[in-house]
């Protein structure tokens, strides 16, 4: 039997490699998740409604086809692992003015969006959605319908926490036309639930995930995290079992992220974390059993079935990344509504107040939500796009990058090219005249492969007090 001090084999798709506890503990430092670039850090407090607004009219032009995100932020309780903008309240009607203010939000954003640009994504997420009623729910895809055209084949998603969820829910949702199920689930063992302060049965999700079948939605996605207090490799093998027995097409297994100078409550269960090879043996695990299953691992944290949109994507090189993980929508401009919701366009990021007395402060004085934001630069689109890259694709053609951008790429790229190679020794990337391409272990440390690129993460120690470790 294998110790913690023992390397592990990792085999993915055919593609086998060793991993030591020395190389995890060389890799394993704070990184962003990229889900833009540059990232949330950079984004500073002038950048406004009117940068904004401008940024907008000027996308309208191009006539991008849009994906929208709507930001839901209440739940019932907190579940001590969240990292997500939440407002934990059982006061029910504190959806009312919510409703109200977003209401105004998205008629002062459509009022400025050409109405020819369709909608091919919408997403919901939280928070928690369903905190809604189903009226409520009803009331606000309308409004979104009303200001906004949805193409006819656009993908309609929506984050469900089963705790919160009824049958009448899953009903609205498949009516208004909500083709897309993401289902909050983490870990099913006991012990774990009640440490995070999530218990929520196996019965209650199965029933739910079962019904939601019965409904017919095109795709049911469930997420997972590694790296929870109490989880072990054996507790965690078998929420994977029950799992792969519900049979959903894609399966997120995020990385916990510990970040307790940001959420304190953190704190209470940290001498319970796995940690190191410890934590990674957890995921190897999944990944193995995953994989075993049938389940292509995209990259980062995401699995699909092979017949999935997402492998056709990555096959073909047009899968995407967003604030949302893995998309096959790219090319859109994100536009994102409610409180702290982020927007993405071609040349700007924009993200709102991120309390409810600011964002509600804005739209009663009629003015945009839009707290931060910044101006996306050339040299920035051009990393974006090397970045881009390695976490979708796992392979960056230079020739493409010096067509789309008019530069060379290793002259542009040399200082990047060189710290590429230690990587190469460590069997991260192969680099060669005409590619980057990333190899098995630059799958599990792709954030460390893309921080190469980064050109804002300039000193360790300031990056550690921002992100979570890479793994
Ligand atoms: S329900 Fe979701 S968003 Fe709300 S606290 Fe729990 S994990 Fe966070």
């Given amino acids: 039997m294998d110790t913690l001090h023992d390397s592990l084999t990792i085999n993915i798709h055919g593609e086998q490699a060793e991993i030591s506890p020395a190389l995890i503990e060389k890799y394993n430092q704070p990184g962003p998740r990229y889900t833009s670039y540059p990232t949330a850090p950079e984004w500073n407090d002038n950048f406004g409604q009117t940068e904004f607004v401008q940024a907008i009219e000027a996308a309208n032009a191009n006539g991008a086809p849009l994906s929208l995100y709507f930001h839901l932020p209440f739940c019932q309780s907190l579940c001590l692992f969240c990292g997500c903008n939440t407002v934990i309240t059982k006061k029910r009607e504190v959806t009312v003015p919510y409703l109200e203010h977003?209401?105004?939000?998205?008629?002062?954003?459509?009022?400025?969006?050409?109405?020819?640009?369709?909608?091919?994504?919408?997403?919901?997420?939280?928070?928690?959605?369903?905190?809604?009623?189903?009226?409520?729910?009803?009331?606000?895809?309308?409004?979104?319908?009303?200001?906004?055209?949805?193409?006819?084949?656009?993908?309609?998603?929506?984050?469900?926490?089963?705790?919160?969820?009824?049958?009448?829910?899953?009903?609205?949702?498949?009516?208004?036309?909500?083709?897309?199920?993401?289902?909050?689930?983490?870990?099913?063992?006991?012990?774990?639930?009640?440490?995070?302060?999530?218990?929520?049965?196996?019965?209650?999700?199965?029933?739910?995930?079962?019904?939601?079948?019965?409904?017919?939605?095109?795709?049911?996605?469930?997420?997972?995290?590694?790296?929870?207090?109490?989880?072990?490799?054996?507790?965690?093998?078998?929420?994977?079992?029950?799992?792969?027995?519900?049979?959903?097409?894609?399966?997120?297994?995020?990385?916990?992220?510990?970040?307790?100078?940001?959420?304190?409550?953190?704190?209470?269960?940290?001498?319970?974390?796995?940690?190191?090879?410890?934590k990674f043996r957890i995921f190897h695990h999944a990944i193995e059993k995953l994989t075993d299953a049938g389940y292509r691992y995209i990259g980062m944290d995401h699995f699909a079935k092979p017949d999935d949109e997402l492998c056709r994507a990555q096959d073909e090189r047009t899968l995407h990344r967003n604030f949302q993980g893995y998309t096959t929508k790219a090319g859109c401009d994100l536009l994102g509504m409610g409180v702290s919701s982020i927007s993405g366009l071609e040349d700007v990021y924009a993200q709102n107040y991120r309390d409810l007395p600011s964002y509600y402060a804005a739209l009663n004085e009629g003015r945009w939500a839009t707290m931060r934001g910044m101006q996306v630069t050339a040299e920035d689109k051009l990393r974006r796009a090397v970045i881009n890259r390695l976490l979708c694709h796992c392979v960056v053609i230079k020739a493409e990058i010096e067509q789309a951008f008019d530069i060379n790429f290793d002259e542009h790229f040399a200082a990047e090219l060189t710290r590429l190679q230690e990587l190469e020794r460590d069997q991260l990337v192969r680099l060669s005249a005409d590619r980057i391409e990333v190899a098995v272990l630059g799958r599990i440390f792709i954030r460390n492969v893309a921080m190469v690129f980064d050109a804002y993460l300039q000193q360790k120690s300031e990056r550690q007090k921002v992100f979570s470790k890479t793994l």
């Fill in 102 to 278: 977003l209401k105004k939000e998205i008629a002062l954003v459509s009022a400025k969006v050409d109405s020819s640009r369709l909608v091919k994504q919408l997403h919901w997420g939280g928070g928690t959605p369903t905190y809604l009623t189903p009226e409520e729910i009803r009331d606000l895809f309308a409004c979104i319908r009303e200001h906004f055209t949805l193409a006819p084949d656009a993908e309609i998603g929506i984050e469900v926490d089963p705790r919160a969820t009824t049958e009448e829910h899953c009903r609205t949702l498949a009516e208004l036309g909500f083709n897309r199920i993401s289902m909050g689930i983490q870990d099913f063992n006991p012990l774990v639930q009640k440490t995070i302060n999530r218990v929520q049965p196996y019965e209650t999700t199965k029933a739910l995930f079962d019904y939601c079948r019965e409904l017919g939605f095109e795709s049911i996605n469930v997420d997972l995290i590694y790296g929870l207090p109490h989880q072990t490799l054996h507790s965690f093998s078998e929420t994977v079992d029950k799992i792969i027995a519900m049979n959903p097409d894609r399966i997120a297994v995020f990385s916990y992220a510990h970040v307790p100078w940001l959420k304190k409550q953190q704190g209470s269960f940290a001498k319970h974390l796995p940690h190191g090879l410890e």
